[in-house]
């Protein structure tokens, strides 16, 4: 993988995040400053296996900064699971000339790109695109800031008609391995109580909780459920509230694939830049099989095999913090 970088591959894998076409446009335009060519491979892996691949220019990213979604599309593709699928994707590339992979994905995709880099020798380089922040090696990824901010923005409107009708809102964020999301949404609302996968939920305390609220008159409470919690989603624990509480009106309302869309945010535009433009810089500094991840504001490059999903536990200060906040 020692030899100079001439042509560059880009795709998005996996579940879309705002900011993936940010991340585009970077490594476009600065793979076109340092005079590689440079082609958009759509659909994913699957686009590698089916030869969709076009070139893409400096006009093929104008006017997308601001896009949700990619324009690259995305899917997955279980004949690249296999190695003739590989075998296949690494032809078309080959007839092509291609001799460096961008991927914008998660953990999933860049499994994939290693095992694809260690079977063809191509130098892949990841970017970490997933609104679940769940990524081991970085602060951040593309995506989060903006589906956090969506969440923020609809309960804060959930908020209003709980508070007109004294009703016991339970809203299910998207975070089905991981409770960034719900945590993040839910002290920015102030919410009563939130539920994660990375903590047990004790549901006799919710109960007890909620009791000791109808005593102090306190009837407007949101409770965040992130869809991976351990007892279920929002709509297992009605059903549970109701039984134990039937007196609490009890409403449901589950986000869903909104936070997904939408504009990107400022800080979601900003960090897939600057990820996008050191994803580039890596394959001409020969740094390759890597990911670009963000730790205290600097860039830094792990490993793809180390980009596991992070299974960590969310500190009890945290959770203190929450409970106090909602008293």
Known sequence: MTKKITKIGILTSGGDSPGMNAA?????????????????????????????????????????????????????????????????????????????????????????????????NIPCIGLPGTIDKDIAGTDYTIGFDTATNTAVEAIDKIRDTADAHDRLFLVEVMGRDAGYIALHSGIATGAENILIPERKTDLEEIILSLEEKEKRKKLVNIIIVAEGDEFGGANDLSKYIKEKLPSLEVRVCILGHIQRGGAPSCMDRVLASRMGYHAVECLLEGKHNVFVGIVNNKMHYIPLNEAIKKKQRISDDWMKMVKILAT
């Open 24 to 120: 585009i446009r970077a490594v476009v335009r600065t793979a076109l400053y340092n005079k590689l060519e440079v082609f958009g491979i759509n659909h994913g892996y699957m686009g590698m296996v089916n030869d969709d691949i076009t070139p893409m220019d400096g006009r093929s990213v104008a006017n997308i900064i601001q896009r949700g979604g990619t324009i690259l599309k995305t899917s997955r593709c279980k004949e690249f699971l296999e190695y003739e699928g590989r075998k296949k994707a690494f032809d078309n590339l080959n007839k092509k000339g291609i001799d460096g992979l961008v991927i914008i994905g998660g953990d999933g995709s860049f499994r994939g790109a290693q095992i694809f880099s260690n079977e063809f």
